[in-house]
Nanobody
Framework: QVQLVESGGGLVQPGGSLRLSCAASGFTLDDYTIAWFRQAPGKEREGVSCISRSDGKTYYVDSVKGRFTISRDNAKNTVYLQMYSLKPEDTAVYYC??????????????????WGQGTQVTVSS
C-alpha cells in the first residue's frame, strides 16, 4: 500500500524552527519527485518546495527562499522540510506529495498522485 506520512509539525514562536518529515511506505521515494504544499485557513493550497527525482534539483516559492530547505534521505525513505525563521504567515497545514510522472521540479498539484494526511504548523507568540 502506497502511503505518505508527515510529521514534525507543531506550535512555534516567530523566528523559530521546525523540521517536517515525509516518510514513504510501499514505494521508494528516490524514484519520485516530491513536493511540499501548504494550506492556510481560507486560502488556496500553495506549493512551497520541490525536489526532483531526476537530479535532486530543488525549487522554493519566493516567500520561503533562504528560510526553508528540502532534502531527502534515501536510506530512510524520507524527505524533509527544514524551516527556519518561521513567520506567522507560515501557519498552515503542510502536505507532502509524490509523483513519478514528472522528472523535474513542479509545484502544480495535479501532477501529484500521492498525498499525505498533513501536519499542522502554527507560528504564534
Amino acid at each position: 500500500q502506497v502511503q505518505l506520512v508527515e510529521s514534525g509539525g507543531g506550535l512555534v514562536q516567530p523566528g523559530g524552527s521546525l523540521r517536517l518529515s515525509c516518510a514513504a511506505s510501499g514505494f521508494t521515494l528516490d524514484d519520485y519527485t516530491i513536493a511540499w504544499f501548504r494550506q492556510a485557513p481560507g486560502k488556496e493550497r500553495e506549493g512551497v518546495s520541490c525536489i526532483s527525482r531526476s537530479d535532486g534539483k530543488t525549487y522554493y516559492v519566493d516567500s520561503v527562499k533562504g528560510r526553508f530547505t528540502i532534502s531527502r534521505d534515501n536510506a530512510k525513505n524520507t524527505v524533509y522540510l527544514q524551516m527556519y525563521s518561521l513567520k506567522p504567515e507560515d501557519t498552515a497545514v503542510y502536505y507532502c506529495a509524490a509523483t513519478a510522472r514528472v522528472m523535474g521540479v513542479t509545484i502544480w498539484a495535479p501532477h501529484y498522485d500521492y498525498w499525505g494526511q498533513g501536519t499542522q504548523v502554527t507560528v504564534s507568540s
